[in-house]
C-alpha cells in the first residue's frame, strides 16, 4: 500500500523496528568530518504514473539548518518520506551522515531525528512514559537527573505525570521535538513543526532549533512560513512541481530575484521580501 503524497501521520511505535544497538562501523561509514551530513543525488519519486519527485539534488552541511519550501503538492514531503525511508525512490541516492539509505537503512535511522507537523503519541501516555519508551527504543540511559534536566530544558519542570493529550499545542511541540533528538541524531528533519503554534512558542521552539545548529546537528525543515524561513535558515532550496528551482541563502535569493518582473509584481509593500520571490518564482496559483 503506497502513501499518499504529502499526507502523514506519525503514530507511536513507527520505530519499532529501530535497532536498539546500532553501532557506527568503519567499514560501512565514509568519514564524514569534512562531508555533508546529508547529501540526495538524482532522487525520482512516483506514485503510478505521476512523478512527485524529478530528479532532486541538495545537500545539508553539519551545523546548518537547511530549509526546504514549496507549494502544497511540491515534492517536499515525499522528499521527506524517502530520507526518512518510508518509501522507496525510483531512482537516486539519499547519503545520511555517511550511509547509504539503500544499502544501511538500520544505520540511517540510528543517526536520524523526525518531528512532524502532525506527531501524534497516545494521549493517554504521560511525558515520562513516553521519554522512557522512546529511550529504551534508542538504548538511551535514561536516569532521574536527565529526565529532569530535560523536562527543565523544554520549560515543562513538574510536568512528567502530565498525560500527552492534557498538553497545549506548544507543549506537544516541544516534548516532540526532545523525542526527535533524545538520541542525538546527526540529522534532525522537521515537518512543518511550528504550524498551529502562538507566537511565543513559535520563537521558543527557533531558540531550540538554532541551539542544535550551534551543536553541529544538520536541521532540514520544511515550512509554508517565509519568516520563519528567513528567519532560522542558513540556506533554503525551493521545490515546485517536483523540481529544484532555487537553493541559496534567503538574503542571495532576494537579491538575485529582485528586479524579476513577477517578484515586483508579488510585492505588497515595496521592499521585496522572501515570500515576493518565493511568489515570483512559484506562481500565484493556489494548489490543492
Not at 534536566?149 to 526532545?178: C, N, P, T, Y
Not at 550551534?214 to 536541521?219: A, F, R, S, V
Not at 541559496?248 to 515576493?276: F, M
Request: aromatic content about 4%; proline content about 5%; some cysteine.
Amino acid at each position: 500500500m503506497s502513501l499518499q503524497p504529502e499526507k502523514r501521520t506519525l503514530i507511536l511505535l513507527r520505530h519499532s523496528m529501530m535497532p536498539q544497538n546500532a553501532q557506527y562501523n568503519s567499514a560501512t561509514m565514509i568519514d564524514y568530518q569534512d562531508q555533508p551530513i546529508l547529501e540526495v543525488t538524482g532522487l525520482n519519486i512516483f506514485y503510478g504514473s505521476f512523478q512527485a519527485v524529478r530528479d532532486v539534488s541538495f545537500a545539508v552541511k553539519p551545523g546548518e539548518i537547511f530549509g526546504l519550501l514549496g507549494p502544497n503538492g511540491a515534492g517536499k514531503t515525499s522528499t521527506l518520506s524517502a530520507i526518512e525511508g518510508l518509501l522507496k525512490p525510483q531512482s537516486g541516492r539519499i547519503m545520511v551522515a555517511g550511509f547509504d539509505s539503500a544499502r544501511n537503512p538500520l544505520h540511517v535511522r540510528a543517526v536520524l531525528g523526525v518531528q512532524l507537523q502532525a506527531t501524534s503519541f497516545q494521549s493517554e501516555l504521560t511525558v515520562l512514559e513516553i521519554l522512557q519508551l522512546y529511550a529504551g527504543i534508542y538504548g538511551v540511559p535514561m536516569s532521574k537527573e536527565r529526565i529532569s534536566g530535560i523536562m527543565k530544558d523544554i520549560s515543562l519542570e513538574g510536568a512528567e505525570s502530565r498525560r500527552f493529550g492534557q498538553l497545549s499545542g506548544g507543549q506537544q511541540q516541544r516534548v516532540s521535538l526532545v523525542i526527535a533528538i533524545i538520541h542525538e541524531p546527526r540529522l534532525v528533519l522537521l515537518d512543518e513543526p511550528t504550524t498551529g503554534l502562538d507566537p511565543q512558542s513559535r520563537r521558543k521552539l527557533w531558540e531550540r532549533m538554532e541551539a542544535m545548529r550551534e551543536k553541529g546537528h544538520g536541521l532540514l525543515l520544511t515550512t509554508h512560513s517565509m519568516e520563519e524561513a528567513e528567519s532560522v535558515c542558513d540556506r533554503i532550496g525551493i521545490v515546485d512541481h517536483g523540481r529544484i528551482i532555487a537553493i541559496d541563502t534567503p538574503q542571495a535569493l532576494i537579491e538575485k530575484h529582485r528586479d524579476d518582473p513577477e517578484v515586483i509584481s508579488a510585492s505588497r509593500r515595496g521592499k521585496i521580501t522572501l515570500e515576493d520571490v518565493f511568489i515570483g518564482l512559484t506562481g500565484r496559483s493556489i494548489r490543492s
